[in-house]
């Protein structure tokens, strides 16, 4: 007896092909920007084809009929969020502690791009924080 050779492929199968399809999409996108906007020096063609990688990436997302994240990516996806967050909460807290008492017991200083960057991880956590309060209201 033979078997028959279908052309379906498992749901699992089509599922990783779409996945690898849309960050491949995107991340190729995104190398072929930084190369022409660092390397070859073309800043608007750079950011059109950033932005067709981005449209691609989302057009792979929305656009297939395959379900390409389930309720266990959606699991490991919030167990992943709630670790960022949580290291990252501490390492904030000590290197604003750190950058604030340094230049008073030293003679050195954090440098100065330091600080947009902490003041933007705090506005990670008040956006995090706004976030949470609107949906435990609307829960």
């Given amino acids: 007896m033979t078997q ?3 052309s379906d492929r498992s749901p699992l199968a089509k599922q990783r092909k779409y996945r ?3 960050f491949s999409i995107l991340l190729g996108g995104v190398a072929i920007a930084l190369l022409l906007r660092e ?4 800043p608007l063609v750079s950011e059109a084809v950033y932005w067709v990688a981005v449209v691609g990436f989302f057009a792979v997302l929305y656009g297939s009929s395959v379900t390409l994240f389930d309720e266990r990516d959606k699991a490991l996806e919030e ?10 909460a501490p ?5 604003a502690s750190v950058g604030r008492l340094l230049p008073r017991v030293s003679d050195y ?9 902490l003041y933007g991880f705090i ?7 706004v976030v949470y309060g609107v949906l435990r209201v609307r829960s």
Avoid at 39 to 42: E, H, R
Avoid at 91 to 95: N, P, V, Y
């Fill in 91 to 95: 390492i904030l807290a000590i290197t």
């Fill in 123 to 129: 506005g990670v956590y008040v956006l995090f924080a």
């Fill in 4 to 6: 028959t050779r279908t």
């Fill in 79 to 88: 167990r992943a969020s709630r670790w960022t967050l949580t290291l990252l």
């Fill in 39 to 42: 390397v070859l020096g073309y």
């Fill in 20 to 22: 690898r399809l849309m």
């Fill in 109 to 117: 200083a954090l440098p100065e791009a330091v600080w947009p960057v």
